[in-house]
């Protein structure tokens, strides 16, 4: 079955992905970083021992450093390290720039993040290595940054395929070769698999790609629910999930990280409120309306809620709304006790605002 499913897939996706994006950027703008162990963050020293690592160099990486450390820990796990302020208007400047590079190869292009996203060259002549090829000399011409490709015929393959050879690698994954990429795929690289799935796989004696392909549909969904089923597929070299464009955005949101938790349901208020005016102008700007509403609500100890409300209408882009609807969800999970981390709202469904069909004559 799944062979005969590959066969029929005969697309060429691309995924690119900046090496170490914010820190490559600062040692391009300061070589003197190269050398040393660099974090992208706040210094811990100078800011009370607040901060966390947004990304770390290929050096600080040995050392054991990490994207979403705290500061304090990881200049433990390496004394040296040089911390460099995030310039994200700097990161954005770039990032627009790579983007309009991927726009010289595809307008089905899907993006992940400012370094990184899924490229549909299927409608190319040129072989999509040799795409992959002219992409990654066109990024370095114009950026001067080096970025991992992965090259197959769907985007799961392609995402693990530059995960492979990172940095400044090349992975091409043609069909004939899939297969056994996947079976000697270690079990904790598949996408999707974090600490628990992990630890789950190790109970069950489930080390790589192999064992994964051994276990049954039935058995996956039991252990791993419907992500079971994402398992088996991904141990058969199969995803047909399109490249999305996203030319039409998903979703327009905004959330606030708090660097001392809230505990006052007034200024969770407040905070909701500034947050709608600004997610409000942000739909606003770019002519758009949303029929989900969604509340994200993070407290001191990581736990994480989010809670849409979807209409058959779009809502109204009105703050004060909005706000009414937030509190409404923050009342129901927080009933008295908070220590909030963070908020956020977010539209999603979304639709372009379009004039209202009023008839005058209507009674
Ligand atoms: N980022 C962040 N916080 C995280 C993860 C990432 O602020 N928890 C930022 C910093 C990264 C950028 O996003 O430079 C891109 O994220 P990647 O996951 O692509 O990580 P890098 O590009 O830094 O490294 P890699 O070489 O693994 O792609
Ligand atoms: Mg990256």
Wanted: glycine fraction near 6%; proline fraction near 4%.
């Amino acid at each position: 079955m799944a062979e005969f499913l590959q066969a029929k897939d005969n697309r060429k996706i691309i995924h690119v992905d900046i090496d170490a994006f914010y820190a490559q950027v600062e040692m391009r703008d300061d070589p003197r970083l190269k050398k040393l162990p660099l974090a992208i963050g706040r210094d811990p020293d100078k800011h009370l021992g607040h901060g966390v690592v947004a990304t770390a160099n290929y050096v600080a990486r040995k050392a054991g450093v990490h994207s979403a450390m705290g500061s304090i820990e990881a200049k433990r796990a390496c004394p040296n390290l040089v911390f460099v302020a995030p310039d994200f208007d700097k990161y954005r400047a770039i990032s627009a720039q790579i983007h309009a590079i991927f726009h010289e190869f595809t307008e089905m292009i899907e993006p992940v993040a400012l370094d990184e996203a899924y490229l549909d060259v299927s409608s190319n002549k040129m072989s999509a290595p040799t795409l992959a090829a002219k992409l990654r000399k066109r990024i370095w011409e114009e950026t001067h940054l080096t970025c991992s490709v992965g090259v197959s015929y769907n985007k799961v393959l392609a995402k693990l395929g530059s995960e492979h050879h990172k940095p400044n690698g090349v992975t091409v994954i043609p069909h004939n070769l899939a297969q056994d990429f996947v079976w000697e795929l270690p079990i904790k690289d598949f996408r999707g698999v974090g600490a628990k799935t992990l630890e789950k796989f190790e109970k069950l004696g489930i080390k790589d790609g192999r064992d994964l392909y051994a276990m049954s549909q039935d058995d996956l969904r039991v252990y791993f629910g419907s992500f079971g089923d994402v398992l088996y597929w991904q141990a058969r070299a199969t995803h047909f999930g399109p490249v999305k464009d996203r030319s039409i955005r998903q979703s327009v949101g905004k959330e606030n990280t708090f660097e001392f938790a809230l505990h006052d349901r007034q200024v969770v208020e407040a905070a909701f409120k500034e947050l709608a005016s600004k997610v409000v102008a942000n739909m606003e700007k770019r002519k758009l309306l949303g029929r989900t509403l969604t509340v994200k609500i993070r407290d001191d100890d990581f736990h994480t809620s989010t809670k849409g409300i979807t209409q058959s209408v779009p809502f109204e882009l009105d703050p004060a709304f909005m706000v009414r609807q937030a509190m409404l969800i923050f009342d129901e999970a927080y009933p008295d006790d908070m220590a909030i981390r963070l908020l956020g709202l977010t539209f999603s469904n979304i639709e372009e605002q379009k004039y209202q069909a009023v008839s005058l004559f209507e009674q």
